[in-house]
């Protein structure tokens, strides 16, 4: 049987990936949002508010300790698709449940730490201007912590029982109704107080805790979903399955600790340069977000599609890759475009965060250049998502978060450093960096599914 994509596998990660991606986007806009609003501002308000989410970014992807956030939630996805895969739907609001109540934990602590967000940043030699910024950001965005995480509790599950257009569309309702209060609460209009930067905070606030509220009521109550997940005796936690979250979320917590971390770290390092190169790595980094959903959509259907595979213990090698052979194709042509963009008219794509003012025309150029090399990096990251969350499918979690050690902090950490700092080319260099660190993890993660698909003698969940 041929390894090669064909219709049928790229029309099933299809229709997995565009509603995530899209559902994903929804949630990304929201930040989009505050930081093009926020542009207006000035420089110093983007500036602020991209120091406010590099240390947000850690606490909501992964947290502190044994692993925490995002990579605890990630399970969610290998537990709920192999119980698809063999039959056993019925096991699935458990896996639910169980989600909630390590968000719920997690919470705490991740609140404790950004509540201290200004001693942080000071700490770190950042300009205390900004840091007072971010700190009137991070008062109100910190209360985003649990429906954040619960919201992709209900994202990963609803997606492996095939109802990802639910999300989608609470995802994207979420997005307008942002706009709208982001323009009221940070200008002052509609009546309502000129709040600044603040205001964005409080209007992430509404938007993520009304889409919790909606996607809870809906599981808990709705009859679509009632017999599957209502959300019985939800109070009990299940430590069978909290232990099985661990086991597999400490090391996609660490994987995603090396990542975000690293991108917090080289965020850190830009504001010690100055104001404009800070705005220009925030502008690169929203970028590559939005731009990069494609690719996070594709690597999800990826590992879902494997782990139904593996839950109904179909491990013939030729399946398995054709699975990522096809997911990878999907990437090429979905990144494809929007890279010739950024790179024939990367002002333009600038100017959408800063607008045409005249305080804003120094970090035309500097923005403009970073965001060239950061179009090839975001094409090689997705890349090393697809690969990566393909072994994850396979419960494969210790090797791949060490290869995503040994790249971004063994590579590219000092490759953004020497080409950054001791050659001067300052946010473009921390850009470089990350560019080769992640050539060498593109590298390395199809060999590991390999050598896990030739020794397939593992157990579902």
């Avoid at 096991?91 to 390590?102: A, E, K, S, Y």
């Avoid at 719920?104 to 609140?111: D, H, M, R």
């Avoid at 919790?212 to 808990?220: I, V």
Wanted: hydrophobic share 55%.
């Amino acid at each position: 049987m041929s390894k090669l994509p064909n219709t049928l596998e790229l029309g099933n990660i299809l229709k997995m990936a565009l509603p995530l991606a899209f559902g994903q986007l929804g949630g990304i806009i929201i930040g989009i949002t505050d930081t093009l609003m926020l542009g207006r501002m000035g420089p110093d308000a983007l500036g602020a508010v991209g120091l406010a989410l590099a240390v947000y970014g850690i606490i909501l992807t992964v947290g502190m300790g044994m692993g925490m956030g995002m990579g605890m939630i990630f399970p969610v996805i290998v537990l709920a698709s192999q119980a698809r895969g063999a039959g056993r739907l019925r096991t699935v609001p458990g896996i639910i449940r169980q989600g909630l109540w390590i968000a719920g934990i997690l919470s705490v602590p991740a609140c404790i730490i950004l509540w201290n967000l200004e001693e942080i940043l000071l700490r770190t030699g950042q300009v205390p201007d900004l840091v007072q910024m971010a700190g009137q950001y991070m008062d109100y965005m910190l209360w985003t912590v649990f429906p954040a995480l619960g919201l992709f509790v209900f994202m990963f599950a609803l997606t492996t029982m095939g109802r990802v257009g639910t999300v989608a569309v609470t995802m994207w309702l979420g997005a307008g109704i942002n706009v709208i209060l982001d323009y009221a609460l940070i200008f002052g209009n509609f009546g309502f107080p000129a709040m600044g930067i603040a205001g964005a905070g409080l209007a992430s606030v509404i938007v993520y805790t009304s889409g919790f509220l909606f996607l809870f009521t809906l599981l808990a109550f709705h009859r679509t979903f009632r017999s599957g997940t209502r959300f019985r005796r939800a109070w009990r936690p299940k430590w069978p399955v909290i232990e099985q979250f661990f086991r597999l979320g400490w090391p996609k917590s660490l994987e995603i600790l090396m990542i975000s971390g690293l991108f917090s770290v080289f965020s850190l390092l830009v504001g010690r340069i100055g104001v404009e190169a800070i705005a220009a790595h925030t502008i690169a980094f929203q970028i590559s977000m939005v731009v990069g959903l494609g690719s996070e959509g594709i690597a999800n259907a990826v590992a879902i599609r494997i782990g139904i595979a593996s839950g109904g213990k179909d491990y013939a090698g030729d399946n398995l890759w054709r699975v990522l052979n096809s997911g990878l194709l999907l990437l090429f042509l979905f990144m494809l475009p929007p890279m010739v963009v950024l790179n024939l008219f990367p002002l333009w794509a600038v100017g959408l965060f800063v607008g045409s003012d005249s305080e804003t025309q120094n970090l035309l150029p500097v923005a403009s250049s970073v965001v060239v090399v950061a179009a090839f990096f975001i094409f090689i990251h997705g890349f090393c998502l697809v690969a990566n969350r393909a072994s994850n499918g396979l419960a494969d979690m210790k090797i791949p978060a060490l290869i995503t050690v040994a790249a971004y902090w063994g590579i590219a950490l000092p490759a953004g450093i020497v080409l950054g700092f001791f050659m001067d080319l300052g946010v473009l260099g921390i850009w470089w960096g990350l560019l080769i660190g992640g050539a060498a993890a593109a590298v390395s993660y199809p060999m590991r599914f390999g050598w896990v698909v030739r020794h397939a003698s593992f157990k579902p969940g």
